[in-house]
Every structure is written in C-alpha cells, then in structure tokens.
C-alpha cells in the first residue's frame, strides 16, 4: 500500500461517531493524507457517550459489545486497547452463544408479587421459541404474516387455544392471565431489542437478516467511550471539526478550493457557519434518523429515487435509559434484570394505548447495574417507541415520581424512592433523532444496498465515489451495532482504497512519483 503515500485526493467523513472514525482510520492508516472529519456537536463518538451519574459512570447509548468474540472488531479493538475485563476476555465468554437475547429473571408483577419460575419458564422458553420461528423466513419466498409482531401474535394465540389440552399448560384462568401479561412484557421487551415502537412495525420477511456473533454481551468497565477516546489517539491530530454541523452536500460539480483555486473538486461541502469544504469524496455517516429528516436538503443535486424510497421504507426508532439510583438495593445481589409484569395486559387485545397517560406502562424492565462495588445500586429502566419519545417531554420531577409510584405498586413497598435520575433522551438529539434502525415491513436487504449505493450511481461517470454511505443502518446484517458502523466505515474507506489501487491513470502517475 506505500503506493498510495502519493495520493493526496480530499476526503471529507460527515460524523465522528464509530463508522466515520472507523473510515478515518483505515485511510490515515493506508496513507490517504488529506483526510478531514466534520461533526456537529461538540464531542466523538455519536450514539457511544458516557457519562457520570452521583459517583459512577453510565452508558447513555450503547451498553454492551454484541457477541464479544474473535470476529467482533468492536471487542476486537477493546481487547488491544486493554479496556475489558478479563471475564469478557475469556475463551469461555467467547465461547457462549445465547443468540444475541438478553435473559428474563426476576418478574415482578401489578399487583405486587413475584412470580414463580414454574410459571415464567415455559412462558420464556414458548417466547424465545417463536422469536426463532420469526427469524426463519428469511429463507422462504414468502412469508404468511408482513411483520414480526402478528406473526408472534398469531402463534401465540394458537397456543392459547392448545392450553386446554396441554397437561403442561392446563390453568386456571388466573393463570393464564398472567402467562399473557408475561408475554406482553416480552413483546414489550422486543420492542426495545429492536429499536421501534411496535414488532407490528418490523418485517418478518427480512428479521432473520440480523446476525448474532458468539460470545456473552459485556460492557466496558471504563465506559464504552473509552474505545473512542483510544482510536481518537490513532488519527491525526486536528483531523476533527467540531461543533460544525454540516448543512449540504453539493456534488457533481466543480468546485475551486480557497487554498489551491487552480484545482477542481466534484464535491463541496456546505456548513451550516458558511464554510465551504471541497472534496474528492465525501462519507456521509449520519444516523439514518437524521437523514430520513434532512436527506432533502442533505444532499444536492437531490438522492436518486431508489434511494429517498429505501431511506424511507428503513425503520428507525427509539429506545430510551432511565437511570435510577437507591440508597439500598430492593432485589436480590444476584439479579440482573426485573421484569415488569402488568397483570391486565394481553398481546392478543387490539388496544390503542393511551401513550401520555400510561407511557410508563411500556417499560418492560430494568437491568442491575453489576457489580456493586462498582455501580452502587442503580437500575436502568428501558422504554421503547411513542411513550419513550413522550418520556422525553416531561420533566426530570415527572419521570422521577412515575418510576416511584411503578416501583411501588410492583414490590409492594410505599417506602422506596429514588435517589436520583438520569435519563436519555435521543429522539430529541437533533443530531440523531432516535437510537438505531431497524428492518420495517416492506423492507428488505435491498434497502439497506440501495442506501450503500455511492453516488453517482452509474459507473461509466468521470468523477466516481463522490458521495459515499456509512453508519450502522447501512450494515446489512450487524445493523443497530457499534460493530456494524465500525464495519461500514471500513467497507467505505476499502472502497475508496481499492478504487486508487486498480485505477490505471491513478496508479501511473503514482509510479512516476515514486
Ligand atoms: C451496540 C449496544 N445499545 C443503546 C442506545 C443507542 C444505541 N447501540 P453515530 O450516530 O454514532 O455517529 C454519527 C455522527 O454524525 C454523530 O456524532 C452526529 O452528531 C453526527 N452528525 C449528524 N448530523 C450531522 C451533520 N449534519 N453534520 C455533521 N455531523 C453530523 N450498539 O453494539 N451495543 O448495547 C447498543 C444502544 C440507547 C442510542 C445503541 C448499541 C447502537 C450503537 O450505538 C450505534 O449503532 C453506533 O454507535 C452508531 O455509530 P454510527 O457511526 O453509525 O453513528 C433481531 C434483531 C434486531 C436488531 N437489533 C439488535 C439489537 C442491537 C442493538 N442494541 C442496542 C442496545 C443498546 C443498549
């Protein structure tokens, strides 16, 4: 690759979260020297932020590697960085595959009990079952139902009529009450895994398109801005404009840059302060969030069609944290996680739920910020969809006595309040709008491809690779991961690398530089 010490074409990367440092990486590191990363906000690491909450450090976007295993570059890098524990490390954690799902634990129900593991494992287990089922018709031409959610809803009310007959299922009506409102947690849960308000939203023809990695999901002891702060280090210093939101992306034209008015670039970049930056090629790495609101005026000349449909067709939702720290723990020292359980909800009722009112009923649970000596005693509450964007109105008092009164009502203790709160709210983030995409019915990979599409589209053009696509929406298969946005933006600065290295004329005048 030293041939390419020669080239000095301007790339300029749009966002400084994981994908566009990923891109950043790989060029500077194959000798691409003109590299420039504008970002709108005033730090790195986009949906990868990390901050203080009392005395400990909590995640307010991403939370664990995935599938923490050789093939995840993410855990991957931590490794070399140092920044994991040696649990995490270990051959047996890599080893592990739960098939990416987060466990069900405690249950806590409405009316203030716990419920049995008699009762909530062959529930979890039917659940787990069909979530599997839901994944297979990636593989078939055609699937019965278009989103995951009616599939899930339509097998499960099979199995209630089956539970008359069943030994193993044979209840009373209390019972299978309460078996139903498991089920809505679990879908509520899902909802949460996915990014989106509803699984009614999600495509059962393409959800098997997600892939899991081995490996048990861990955390960075440190923060997972840690690994950005490390791979920060490895780029030019400089390389970064901050607090610098870009407004347009005018591209196949010919553009003079201020310092060298003699040269030509088919790309400029306009932010939103005035400054023009012309460019070779430019990787746009904004959430898809933002460009299903701004791809109008994002990008000019406008998107080819096949683009703005699939940008459009893509889902990306919200799935929001609510911090919550207590002076004494209520649960167990084991316990992981505490599932909510809401004794009058069904899946199989065709309910419009009053969002403002009951927002804090689509919670499904919170997760136990472990170990302790480390986090103190703080739970993580997560609510996806409409009722966590509405979380995101109200005030920090509101969302404070609402999880009150729910911890309340769910042990059966008047006296537990919380200490503090701390919430994210990314739908909010202008920069963002929402947490991570998702497939949505009528949706398949051809989207995602269509999204990745470098502009211009047709090859046979002079100036090729001008606009070129990045972040986590635009991973087929890793979508809504850091890994996946890590692995766009290497997919894209290849892209270019490879284009340098078989472009003949290119690859000549390099030969007489060197
Ligand atoms: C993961 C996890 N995780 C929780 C929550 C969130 C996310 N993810 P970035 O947004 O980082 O960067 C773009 C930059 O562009 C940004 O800095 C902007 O400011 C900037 N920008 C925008 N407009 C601009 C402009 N005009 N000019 C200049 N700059 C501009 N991922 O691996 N583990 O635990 C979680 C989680 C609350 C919000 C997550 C998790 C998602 C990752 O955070 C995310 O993918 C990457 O950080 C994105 O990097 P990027 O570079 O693309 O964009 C079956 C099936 C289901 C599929 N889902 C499976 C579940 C997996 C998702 N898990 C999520 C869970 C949590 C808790």
């Not at 960085?81 to 592990?96: C, P």
Request: net charge negative; charged share 20%; glycine share 8%.
């Amino acid at each position: 690759m030293d041939k390419l010490q020669g080239i000095d074409s301007h790339i300029v990367i749009i966002g400084c979260g994981m994908s566009g440092i990923g891109a950043a990486q790989k060029l500077t590191k194959e000798g691409f020297k003109n590299i420039k990363i504008i970002e709108a906000t005033g730090r790195s690491g986009g949906r990868i932020k990390t901050t203080t909450f009392g005395n400990v450090i909590v995640e307010i976007g991403a939370n664990w590697i995935h599938g923490p295993s050789k093939a995840n570059p993410v855990f991957q890098l931590a490794c070399e960085h140092g920044l994991l524990d040696a649990q995490a490390m270990s051959e047996e954690n890599q080893a592990l595959d739960v098939g990416g799902h987060p466990s069900f634990q405690s249950f806590y129900s409405s009316s203030g009990n716990k419920l049995t593991p008699e009762l909530t494992e062959s529930v979890s287990q039917l659940f787990l079952t069909l979530l599997g089922k839901s994944k297979e018709f990636i593989l078939t031409e055609k699937e019965p139902y278009p989103s995951v959610g009616e599939f899930l809803k339509k097998e499960i009310a099979k199995h209630v009529v089956e539970w008359k007959d069943d030994v193993e299922w044979k209840d009373d009506a209390e019972t299978k009450k309460l078996k139903l409102a498991l089920l809505t947690m679990m879908l509520k849960l899902e909802c949460c895994v996915s990014g989106t308000h509803s699984m009614d939203l999600v495509g059962l023809g393409a959800f098997g398109g997600y892939k899991t990695l081995p490996g048990l999901d861990c955390t960075f002891p440190e923060g997972y801005e840690g690994l950005i702060d490390a791979m920060m280090k490895g780029l030019p210093e400089g390389i970064v404009s901050y607090n610098n939101p870009v407004k347009c992306v005018h591209w196949n034209g010919s553009f003079r840059g201020a310092n060298s008015p003699e040269q030509t670039f088919p790309v400029m970049v306009e932010c939103e302060n005035g400054e023009t930056v012309p460019a070779n090629h430019v990787i746009v790495t904004v959430p898809l969030g933002y460009l299903k609101e701004h791809y109008e005026t994002l990008i000019n000349p406008p998107l080819p069609l096949s683009k703005v449909h699939s940008i459009q067709r893509m889902g990306f939702g919200t799935n929001n944290k609510i911090f919550l720290e207590f002076e004494e723990p209520f649960w167990e020292p084991d316990c992981e996680v505490i599932n909510l359980i809401w004794e009058d909800e069904t899946p199989l009722a065709d309910v419009k739920p009053d969002v403002n009112q009951f927002w804090m009923k689509k919670i499904f649970g919170f997760t136990v910020l472990q170990p302790p000596e480390r986090y103190g005693h703080v739970l993580c509450g997560w609510i996806a969809g409409h009722e966590s964007e509405y979380m995101e109105t109200l005030s920090d008092t509101e969302v404070k006595n609402s999880m009150t009164e729910v911890i309340r009502k769910f042990t059966g203790n008047p006296s537990i309040t919380p200490k503090r709160i701390l919430r994210s709210k990314w739908h909010s983030d202008p920069y963002t709008k929402g947490c991570y995409s998702y497939v949505a019915v009528g949706c398949s990979g051809s989207d995602i491809e269509n999204i990745v599409q470098p502009l211009p589209l047709q090859e046979a053009d002079t100036k090729p690779l001008q606009v070129l696509f990045a972040g986590e929406a635009t991973h087929q298969s890793f979508y809504s991961t850091t890994h996946g946005a890590l692995l766009s933006g290497w997919r894209e600065a290849d892209r270019l690398i490879t284009h340098y290295t078989q472009c003949p004329l290119i690859s000549q005048n390099l030969s007489s530089k060197l």
